[in-house]
């Protein structure tokens, strides 16, 4: 039996009965139990998964109706909740916490037979793209320890390259599904924004993140897009997708399709980095798609304003986390409120503790207009940019991230540094467009993925081109 299989590999292999769900998912977990100890990938396993893999072929055998994913296991970053196990979003401000209900997309997945399998780990509260900001240790690149696994669902990435999982979901705020995909060699899908539910997901910067999935074939993301993505009355920032069949018509090519380069997304980039897009670029051109340069002035900002908006929601939504609701016990006596509340988030690593002070200055009286409505004007002016190159285009291209992985502690004392590796990812969710990173290349044993873009809800056209460009490379897996 084989572990590097796609989902839709899995599915074929149970309904020929070439192994059972336990027979899989026991040896998962063994793999998981060897090589987990190093790559930390998972910050918990579900101990029941055994016993659901067991209950599901029961039903196979015994020919009850079972749910689209037939007790394959994915992993799922740990700020999603789901029901009776800790979500912790990698912060000792809920390191015990117990979620009491599942997120939207964890029920749709449970109720398709799927097994949650552990929860990954993330830089803390999804503030990072390395996972160096989680307050249980990084997660290592599976392609070389040395290296970062990008973030911040580093843990969901590595899960799916390192074999430990089937596929996984994460959340893309700024990157974060794209980044590490690109880092790790797996698909990461970023969707038109309110394509899915993101109730149960714990906020961070509500107003521009989804759940995305990471897994290894295009295919596969359609596949969990059929389960996951729709309109939910839970969250009302959801779109009705028509019940769209993300699988169906995947196949159909960019023939004849306009694709537009994002030339600052081009430039400032590493020069392996570099050629692979030119590799890409002449790949579009054989599949039929015609090519040109596309500029959007804007984005010179879009990283300024990312971090002033996000940092401002995440200002507001973490204010949560005041120990009384959520955190640690500890006796109110001989604190006033300030102290209190400033022992309290000692908790939160430096990351999150730079991004909440950031985000209660920035939108403070006398410099609200200076800073988070100019961030917000260029959100606007980058949209209607973006809108308008969509009426010239069908696509728009660029590397997924402009720089190779780089190794542990190169990046963590810049945070400016750090911010500007988001260059590429972040005009996907500041304009709610949908956007994918597909695998490439590997440059001297290090994965470099290409980034897709396309207009609002334009997510399967998302996955068309991605599929075309997937068809024309021949990438080997991770060997561990
Ligand atoms: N690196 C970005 C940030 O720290 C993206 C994070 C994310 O997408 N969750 O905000």
Redo the contacts with the bound molecule.
């Keep these: 039996m084989n572990l590097e299989i796609s989902a839709l590999k899995y599915l074929d292999e149970i309904k020929n009965e070439n192994f059972t769900v336990e027979e899989f998912i026991s040896k998962t977990i063994e793999h998981i139990k060897k090589i987990d100890g190093n790559l930390h990938a998972f910050l918990s396993i579900n101990e029941k998964a055994i016993q659901q893999a067991k209950e599901i072929d029961r039903k196979i055998k015994s020919k009850e109706k079972i749910g689209k994913c037939m007790g394959m296991p994915l992993s799922i970053k740990d700020n999603i909740c789901v029901k009776d196990t800790k979500t912790t979003c990698a912060s000792k401000m809920l390191e015990d916490f117990i979620s009491p209900y599942d997120a939207t997309v964890i029920k749709n997945l449970k109720s398709e037979d799927a097994i949650i399998i552990g929860k990954t780990n993330l830089d803390e509260f999804?503030?990072?793209?390395t996972t160096e900001f989680s307050a249980f240790g990084p997660s290592k690149n599976p392609w070389n320890t040395d290296y970062v696994p990008g973030g911040?669902s580093g843990g969901s990435a590595v899960s799916v390259s390192a074999l430990e999982c089937i596929a996984s979901l994460g959340?893309?705020?700024?990157?974060?599904v794209r980044n590490p995909a690109s880092f790790c060699s797996t698909v990461g899908f970023k969707p038109t924004y309110g394509l899915i539910s993101r109730y149960g997901l714990i906020s961070?910067s509500n107003s521009i993140?989804q759940i995305g999935p990471l897994t290894r074939t295009v295919e596969d993301t359609a596949f969990l897009l059929n389960i996951i993505a729709g309109q939910d009355p839970m969250d009302n920032t959801t779109i009705d997708n028509k019940g769209e069949n993300y699988l169906k018509n995947l196949d159909a090519g960019i023939d004849g399709k306009k694709i537009g380069v994002i030339s600052e997304m081009t430039k400032n980039v590493d020069k392996e980095v570099s050629s692979a897009t030119k590799n890409a670029i002449v790949q579009f051109e054989k599949l039929g798609a015609k090519i040109e340069e596309i500029s959007l002035d804007m984005i010179d900002y879009s990283v300024a304003s990312y971090y002033t908006i996000?940092a401002t929601e995440a200002g507001s939504n973490l204010a949560r986390y005041d120990n009384l609701r959520y955190g640690y016990d500890f006796d109110l006596e001989g604190y006033e409120f300030n102290s209190y509340i400033s022992k309290a988030r000692k908790n939160f690593g430096p990351e999150v503790t730079r991004r909440m002070i950031l985000g209660g200055f920035v939108p403070s009286a006398g410099h609200a207009g200076k800073y988070f409505l100019k961030a917000l004007k260029v959100k606007n002016k980058l949209t209607a940019e973006i809108n308008e190159a969509f009426t010239k285009v069908d696509l728009l291209i660029s590397p997924t991230v402009p720089i190779l992985p780089f190794k542990f502690g190169e990046k963590i004392d810049d945070p400016v540094a750090l911010f500007l590796i988001?260059f590429n990812t972040v005009t996907a969710n500041l304009t709610g467009k949908p956007a994918i990173s597909v695998p490439f290349e590997i440059s001297n044993g290090l994965p470099i993925g290409i980034q897709i873009h396309a207009n609002t809800l334009q997510d399967k056209l998302v996955l068309q081109a991605a599929h075309a460009l997937e068809k024309t490379t021949n990438l080997p897996g991770v060997s561990i």
Excluded: I, Q, R
């Design positions: 999804a503030m990072g793209l911040s959340s893309d705020t700024g990157g974060s961070y993140e996000t988001d």
